[in-house]
């Protein structure tokens, strides 16, 4: 019974600097907080937590989220939990937000300019916005006349969005590289029919007249 208990406490300790934390915390923050040897010992008691987690049908589990761990419930229990809590401020993106970050997000480092080439409207405003929720931040210059400055995203945007890295965004390569164009199908026009032998011959007429006005024109 004793080594029982002796093998549960760090997988009991990682749990309860996980509880009680509201950030995700790197496996070093971890071992250093636990006093353990290193980072290998945290995430081998985050796999024997998650096991457990998942053999008593538990409603959370510890998940990789931007570079670090956190302690999440599952994705199936976020209608009942948005239903006892408010939804923060931070998370309250309107369509113009949600279209901006979805850009920087997929194209960073981005010029305010080609973010505005894309939406085709003007952005400052929303840039304003995203960058006082911390979702995106000024992450250098670019080296061309007046160094205007580039956005990417922040740590807090994989937070908000649940993301352990960049790599976790859905696939949208139309956003990652200027998009090719694809020769549009030729649409077929559709057949004429084919004059008959008398409207030729009056249309023969007609050419005839208008060259010989013409001559006579030139000739006056």
């Known amino acids: 019974m004793t080594d029982q208990i002796e093998f549960d406490a760090p997988i009991a300790t990682v749990e309860a600097i996980l509880f009680a934390t509201d950030s995700p915390l790197t496996a070093a923050k971890i071992a250093q907080v636990a006093e353990f040897e290193g980072p290998r010992e945290v995430k081998h008691a985050i796999a024997s937590l998650n096991e457990r987690y998942e053999q008593f049908g538990s409603a959370f589990?510890?998940?990789a989220i931007a570079g670090g761990f956190?302690?999440?419930t599952l994705p199936q229990y976020q209608e009942v939990l948005s239903r006892l809590l408010s939804a923060r401020a931070e998370t309250k993106l309107s369509q113009a937000s949600l279209e901006t970050l979805s850009i920087v997000a997929y194209r960073q480092p981005i010029l305010r300019a080609d973010i505005e080439a894309i939406r085709g409207v003007a952005c400052g405003e929303?840039?304003?916005n995203l960058l006082e929720k911390q979702l995106v931040k000024i992450v250098?210059?670019?080296e061309v006349l007046g160094r205007p400055m580039l956005y990417g995203t922040t740590k807090r945007f994989l937070e908000v969005f649940g993301l352990a890295n960049l790599a976790d965004l859905p696939k949208a390569q139309e956003l990652r590289k200027p998009a090719t164009e694809k020769p549009?199908?030729?649409t077929e026009k559709p057949e004429q029919p084919a004059p008959d032998a008398g409207q030729a011959e009056?249309?023969?007429e007609v050419v005839?007249?208008?060259v010989t006005d013409e001559v006579a024109e030139n000739t006056d």
């Open 70 to 72: 956190q302690m999440l």
């Open 61 to 63: 589990r510890i998940e």
């Open 208 to 210: 005839q007249v208008e």
């Open 140 to 142: 250098g210059r670019a």
């Open 126 to 128: 929303v840039l304003r």
């Open 202 to 204: 009056v249309a023969d």
């Open 184 to 186: 549009s199908a030729k």
